[in-house]
């Protein structure tokens, strides 16, 4: 609904010629209406947690590079439904027109292209439409005498093997 300043109303109002008691009434009636949206407040946005959707189609996630997605869920529900709300938002944005014109039949497709509404009403936000990088780590900071980094030691390596 769009927004008018109550005094562009009352100038309206009174350029109309319209009596200066129903002016002062509809005047009245407005400002209680604005009091009463002020008064309503909008529910609290569930707070979220990230999770990281990977893409593992073969079950090698150990010894392959592979992309993923950054999602967010409510902080209170299990990770494990995450998949599964996709896939609801999927169903729901393919019975639309443009869904049955091109539905969406993969994860990829639909953190590309399904609507925040759909993905909305099954509690889950896309934070990345495009498939990022999983990067392995061994969780250790290295020591001040070893402080040199993996890629690093695997050029030390490499200019050893071949001298």
């Not at 439904?81 to 091109?102: C, F």
């Not at 292209?113 to 889950?124: N, Q, S, T």
Request: aromatic share 6%.
């Amino acid at each position: 609904m769009a927004k008018v300043d109550i005094e562009l109303v009352k100038v309206v109002l009174q350029r109309n010629e319209i009596d200066i008691r129903t002016v002062s009434q509809v005047l009245e009636d407005l400002n209680e209406e604005l009091k009463l949206q002020v008064d309503e407040e909008k529910p609290p946005a569930p707070k979220k947690q990230f999770t990281f959707l990977v893409s593992d189609p073969r079950n090698q996630l150990p010894d392959v590079e592979f992309t993923g997605w950054v999602l967010q869920i409510p902080e209170d529900d299990s990770v494990y439904l995450t998949e599964e709300r996709l896939v609801k938002a999927a169903y729901t944005y393919n019975q639309t027109p443009k869904g049955r014109r091109m539905p969406v039949k993969t994860i990829a497709e639909i953190c590309e292209h399904v609507p925040a509404r759909y993905l909305k009403e099954e509690m889950v936000w896309v934070k990345s439409k495009e498939p990022v990088f999983v990067l392995k780590t061994n969780n250790k900071i290295p020591t001040e005498g070893g402080a040199k980094s993996k890629s690093a030691r695997s050029e030390d390596e490499e200019t050893e093997d071949e001298a």
